[in-house]
DNA sequence: CTGTTAGCGCTTTCAT
DNA sequence: ATGAAAGCGCTAACAG
């Protein structure tokens, strides 16, 4: 009987050789290279490996190759739920290629996610950071050590993938318009650059249509930001609103129920992201739908494929409308 | 000009030991046993390794050592949200301790958690299951060669952390009972022990207020299991209905609001968790709140501890009942 | 097709 | 207080 701490020793490859009466490189090309020595030892090979539970020890095969086979994911927040299919798309894919996948959380804050990063070079073969807080030349120098690629976030100097809002504001834009809307408020994000391209195309589009659009600036991308928005939204006037995420529209409509004000009759809502629990709001909420999933994949797939994932370049995925209960056609008055 | 693939060099141990004009075994001693050398020579040597950007190689320390500095987390479906909160708590600590922590999804397949986690075993210094699918006896065995704590689940052969529902469904019960219920349907979820022992206290606690009691069986523990159920409430004519967890509670909302039927007004609900979208919802939720970030830090914090993560044990944690809109009086009728 | 050998970067006796 | 040297488990030349 061992100690309450005893371990069971994990075989080597050299526990199988020798089991098996054969040199450890043997062992090695079997396991490794399928086909290259002789079948029948390489079945004797891996049923002695079965039968002995041997597993590769990564860290020594990394301290060969160089190559860990782990990815890290790097992201700000964990719990915001735009992030949950997001690692799951991630986690697939690095899973299905067998590497394995290291989480890290910042919390929001880039001295710790620049901390982050540079730690975890050491540990994965390639990070994939999400929604980053890094301006892209800080990226960009992080990224000579091991590669990055941006998830959810465009920075030019790195290959990123990050959802094309046109396609989704555009039918957005023209539903409110045939609802009969004449006015739009945009609620924007603490995010600078993104909040820039994303206002910029809302003001193209809702001119276009002669609908008069305002921007209120929130104080974070929250349901307490989205909260507090409601006086000014009422203030506006305007007949429509269009949040930055769902969580944001979120709050609107859980403060605007606590004022007595109903959504969609005082004011349509369109939402941004498609989070699970926009179907689950009353009234269910119409939102602009990111491909989160596909964002993860397809930025997991860009990091692992070692000819893309050093050149800049950035995905575009097109995002859709979902039409629920929060739109409807302007009050009357 | 390097080309687009040129990694920057990472630099090792010796490059630190040449800069200085010493030897690497003093570096190493510099680093890691701060105080057991010359103070000057101890200082000239973190600030080149500082200059430099040298990093510990991982897999190179752990080869010696047989410690990776990394533990796993095991989920079986990331993106519920009951396990947000959870993760997040073990992350910090994880981190604050100088851990990485590996993450992977098991999508609720025993066989993938059984792959998942041997294959995790080499990789890591232990392993966090939350929410396995596996029973205790394989979870020991595999504990065998590296240690696993079980959150938010029970296994008598190992050291395990979950919420003890006591507190929150004495509250819960007595709660109702005031309001003036004298009925109460259960819907309970998959997991058979787990359900089991809930059944078992609700059972006890209401039969001892006079509350008849019944139990819906669920086909799963999500949201459209949830809409499912919403048939059977109705025909068992329970004034009062608590959830599996508050996903099940969403569905319930969900689907009653489609067919007509008011909560609290034909029934009241009750859900269990507390994840973030209960209080979003309408009517927003009633729930049992289960401590999931303690419940993420306590188990990693056992799992890091050497002296405890051999020995079965169970750390069972309060939960709460928090009020809100989803209880009222039963119906007259 | 298979064995020998060197070495990845670090830690740790054992010397000095 | 510091240096020398061995070895963790694996892979990849290089031989044979």
Redesign the interface.
């Given at each position: 009987m061992r100690s309450?701490?005893g371990?069971?020793r994990?075989p080597t490859i050299y526990d199988v050789a020798e089991r098996v009466g054969m040199n450890a490189s043997t062992v090695s090309r079997a396991l490794n290279k399928p086909g290259r020595i002789n079948a029948a030892t390489e079945a004797r090979i891996r049923a002695v490996a079965e039968e002995l539970?041997f597993?590769?020890?990564?860290?020594?095969r990394?301290?060969h190759t160089g190559k860990?086979g782990?990815y890290?994911?790097v992201v700000a927040d964990?719990?915001n739920?735009v992030h949950?299919?997001l690692?799951?798309g991630a986690?697939?894919v690095a899973?299905s290629a067998g590497y394995?996948?290291?989480?890290?959380?910042t919390q929001g804050s880039p001295e710790r996610e620049h901390e982050?990063i540079?730690?975890?070079?050491?540990?994965a073969d390639g990070l994939l950071v999400i929604g980053s807080r890094l301006n892209g030349s800080q990226l960009a120098e992080l990224a000579?050590?091991?590669p990055i690629v941006a998830a959810n976030h465009l920075a030019d100097e790195l290959p990123s993938v990050a959802p094309d809002p046109t396609s989704g504001y555009t039918a957005a834009v023209e539903h409110l318009a045939e609802l009969g809307h004449r006015s739009l408020a945009y609620l924007s994000g603490p995010l600078a650059a993104l909040n820039q391209s994303r206002w910029d195309l809302l003001f193209r589009l809702a001119v276009a249509r002669g609908i008069s659009v305002v921007e209120i600036p929130l104080t974070g991308a929250t349901?307490a930001a989205g909260a507090e928005a409601v006086p000014r939204i009422l203030a506006s006037g305007s007949t429509s609103v269009l949040a930055y995420n769902d969580l944001v529209a979120?709050g609107v409509?859980?403060e605007a129920?606590a004022q007595g004000v109903i959504v969609p009759d005082r004011f349509s809502l369109v939402g941004f992201d498609d989070i699970?629990?926009a179907e689950?709001?009353?009234p269910s909420l119409t939102t602009v739908r990111t491909p989160l999933h596909e964002i993860g994949t397809t930025a997991m797939t860009l990091l692992i494929d070692?000819e893309r994932n050093?050149?800049p370049s950035r995905e575009l995925l097109p995002t859709e409308l979902i039409v629920r209960e929060s739109t409807a056609p302007p009050p009357v008055g």
């Open positions: 309450a701490t371990n069971k994990k539970g597993r590769t020890n990564p860290s020594a990394a301290l860990t782990t890290a994911l964990i719990t739920p949950f299919e690692i799951r986690e697939e899973r394995a996948l290291i989480l890290s959380e982050a540079s730690a975890l070079q050491r540990s000579e050590a091991t349901v979120h409509l859980r129920r699970f629990s689950l709001a009353v070692d050093r050149t």
